[in-house]
């Protein structure tokens, strides 16, 4: 019979757990804006199915995850051991995919999407996913191990965890996609992981609380600009000296 402890654990983990899929909810709202209407559910339910699989099979092979933390080699004076090369190569992934997708936010010029017919090929998305998805998982797996000592405890905590991403993460990709800003300042915090990944794949601990914090913080100021943007909007379009240079002279 679960104790009270037990079922504390369980909302705890499955709190925590949630708050680390915000890092593939941001990265997914982003991928899957590139393809057509028709075929972002069904990447979502595939991206996000692969993510609770991803994590399920570490937890069967918790032994190989924890095994991970051994060093196998030292440079410059750090021992690396392989969860540290995964999350380097896990960072300088997301880093670098950060980057291409700001410059060509920013650089190039691109029709509106939803009449335009070029998209992304989806299995080129879904592979993007999956690499990611290993990083995340691994890090989500290693906290949970952290946090409980029942197995069980850690299967419910990310079975519910990615079914709320999987509830949510819709209507979160339409928001994305209807604010612009929003996705640059997506596009920022993976940038911002990708670092923080970086530095923990050199041993450099960077508290994770920090990280949120910050993008709380970001997300929040944003939502209160967008507020700000509807509420003016229609005064914008309606002022008086606007209708004065826009009347045709006589």
């Known amino acids: 019979m679960p104790t ?16 680390l899929g915000i890092d593939n909810i941001v990265f997914l709202s982003i991928l899957v804006g590139k393809l057509p209407l028709a075929e972002q559910a069904r990447a979502r339910l595939i991206g996000l199915s692969l993510a609770l699989l991803m994590r399920l099979g570490l937890l069967a092979a918790i032994s190989w995850v924890m095994g991970l933390t051994a060093p196998l080699f030292v440079l410059f004076d750090h021992a690396f051991s392989g969860r540290h090369l995964i999350l380097l190569g896990g960072g300088l992934f997301l ?3 950060a980057t291409h997708e700001i410059y060509d936010k920013m650089e190039r010029a691109h029709p509106d999407d939803r009449t335009s017919s070029r998209h992304a090929a989806f299995w080129l998305i879904i592979v993007q996913l999956i690499l990611l998805d290993l990083v995340f998982s691994l890090d989500s797996v290693i906290t949970a191990v952290g946090m409980a000592r029942q197995l069980w405890v850690m299967v ?21 996609e209807r604010h612009p800003s929003l996705k640059m300042l ?16 050199m041993g450099q601990h960077v508290g994770k609380g920090y990280i949120y ?38």
């Open 95 to 97: 880093v670098a995919k």
């Open 186 to 201: 997506g596009l920022s915090f993976l940038l911002l992981i990708g670092v923080m990944l970086v530095a923990e794949g």
């Open 213 to 250: 914090f910050a993008m709380a913080f970001s997300l929040g100021v944003e939502m209160l600009n967008i507020r700000v943007r509807q509420i003016h909007r229609p005064l914008v379009l309606h002022h008086p000296y606007e209708a004065d240079v826009t009347r045709p002279k006589h």
């Open 4 to 19: 009270s402890e037990t079922w504390i654990a369980l909302l705890a983990l499955t709190g925590m757990e949630v708050v």
């Open 156 to 176: 419910v905590a990310m079975v519910v965890a990615v079914l709320l991403m999987l509830a949510f993460s819709g209507a979160i990709s339409r928001f994305v």
